[in-house]
């Protein structure tokens, strides 16, 4: 038996669960890595490792999630449907287990046509849907072939992950979005990133009611503004994340763009950690990981986690 992940771990106990994430480069260089998974590992439970992030071609994530993994950080591998069929998503899956890398991340992937390939062919075998349903199969010690075709051998230990949307326009469609990735296997959820926690709980207060087997595990995505040039571009070109005016104010008033982005980032972590039934946080630093354990410590959460 495969022991219980950081993450996994964290989440059973109840415990403030803290993921970040770090893009592996466009090179062979496996220092951008390490370097990263060294700063982040000691104050996170798990990093997610991107796959092929804006569509542009990367180092593989498994092979970065080992690289973080031998770097004292635990890794969560980000897995899109857009790129790769199901037997070789299954292959990544039993191959990642037997390297010590059980937690995942199901998505669909970004746009092909904005990436470095535009021409490429978009594979789409199946949906996240059916990525989470072959992880569960898997798990449970089957191929999902349409005769259920028992493993050879040992059954992979997985931490399942799915993407969930609590600023949704409809939260009773994305609950039922939540319910049905929580009956095909998902474990544990993150999401965009937000700025308006009181939008958090809201959606709270509506899954309590709701009719689920349980309360999911929402990790609530957060991030720092380095500059108010990203305000803007968060608030005018990211999907799913709403800037509210009085921020982009702060930010355009402020002398030090980069403190003042740490501090909203502060202040919205701390205004989730009194949300009942939040999970954790999932800290999106782009391009700027450096910021990470200043911002957890001012937000008082500087546990060290041990690799």
């Known amino acids: 038996m495969n022991a219980s992940t950081r993450l996994e771990t964290a989440l059973a106990e109840g415990r403030f669960a803290i993921t970040s994430e770090i893009g592996p480069p466009k090179s062979a260089d496996p220092q951008v890595i390490a370097d990263k998974a060294r700063l982040l ?3 996170t439970d798990a990093l997610n490792i991107t796959d092929n992030q804006t569509a542009q071609s990367r180092m593989c994530p498994l092979a970065s999630a080992r690289i ?4 004292g950080a635990e890794p969560v591998m980000q897995m899109t449907v857009r790129d790769r069929n199901r037997m070789a998503l299954t292959s990544d899956i039993l191959g990642a287990s037997a390297l010590g890398i059980h937690n995942t991340l199901c998505m669909s992937g970004d746009p092909i046509h904005i990436g470095n390939h535009p021409d490429a062919a978009v594979v789409n075998d199946i949906d996240t849907m059916g990525l989470l349903r072959l992880q569960a199969s898997l798990r449970s010690g089957r191929f999902m072939n349409e005769a259920g075709e028992e493993l050879a051998g040992e059954a992979p ?5 799915a993407t969930a949307h609590p600023a949704a326009d409809d939260p009773d469609v994305e609950i039922s979005k939540i319910k049905a990735k929580m009956e095909a296997g998902a474990d544990f959820f993150q999401t965009q990133l937000v700025y308006e926690p009181e939008r958090v709980a809201a959606f709270m207060s509506r ?6 087997p349980s309360l999911p595990k929402l990790l609530i995505g957060v991030g720092p503004f380095k500059h108010v040039r990203m305000a803007h571009h968060m608030r005018d070109k990211v999907w799913g994340v709403t800037v509210p005016d009085h921020l982009i104010d702060r930010m355009e008033s402020t002398d030090d763009e980069g403190d ?3 501090n909203i980032c502060v202040e919205v972590i701390q205004a989730l950690q009194d949300i009942p039934g939040v999970a954790g946080i999932h800290v999106m630093a782009i391009a700027w990981e450096d910021s ?3 911002i957890l410590s001012r937000a008082g959460l500087t546990t060290a986690r041990t690799a």
């Open 41 to 43: 590992g000691a104050v």
């Open 68 to 71: 973080a993994l031998d770097n």
């Open 157 to 161: 230990h997985l931490v399942i992950g």
């Open 207 to 212: 899954l309590e009611a709701a009719d689920l």
């Open 260 to 262: 003042t982005g740490m």
């Open 292 to 294: 990470v354990p200043e």
